[in-house]
């Protein structure tokens, strides 16, 4: 169900012009290692990472989520629709590198759905991730106009990497949107 709603998120914005890349399709062969490098140098260039993934509750753990910076700009955008999952992001390697994962889905409500109602469910799921995006896109175009990005140059807008490995081998210091 991931890649069925990655897919949806995707097909939805480039047919908007937008450029979307894949892990499978830019990170092909990586080592774990390697792409959460390219984690953190997209980020680095303001290219926003975002994880798609579904998951069932864990005793009172809601499903839904973002595990990611709660300040970054549009990981704020996400979380007003789908909450932030109580967890620190910088246990997560992705988050660490200033990437995001956004737990969109209760996988256990959609197998109690017939296919019908799952297709149904995947389809409002990557509207709402994808219309979360071009929300963002549009306040920071509308933004822009009058003053700065709320970007932190270094950064993305879903995060900075904070990852001391990472940093150390590219020679840069940690950024934070916790303290702006």
Known sequence: M???IANRVTSKLASEGWIVWRPENNTAGYTWDQYLDWVGDQTTRNVPVIE????????????LGVIGDRNAPLNRVFGKWFGFFPMDYTLRGVPRHGGTILEAFDTDRFRGLNPLERYKAA????????????????AEETNSNRSSS?????CSCTGCPVDKRYLEKRGLEAKSYRHR
């Open 52 to 63: 798609i993934h579904g998951q069932g509750r864990i005793g009172n753990v809601p499903a």
């Open 150 to 154: 709320g970007v932190l140059a270094g």
């Open 2 to 4: 991931n890649m069925h």
């Open 123 to 138: 389809e409002a799921v990557s509207e709402t991730i994808a219309s979360r995006i071009r929300q963002f896109q549009l």
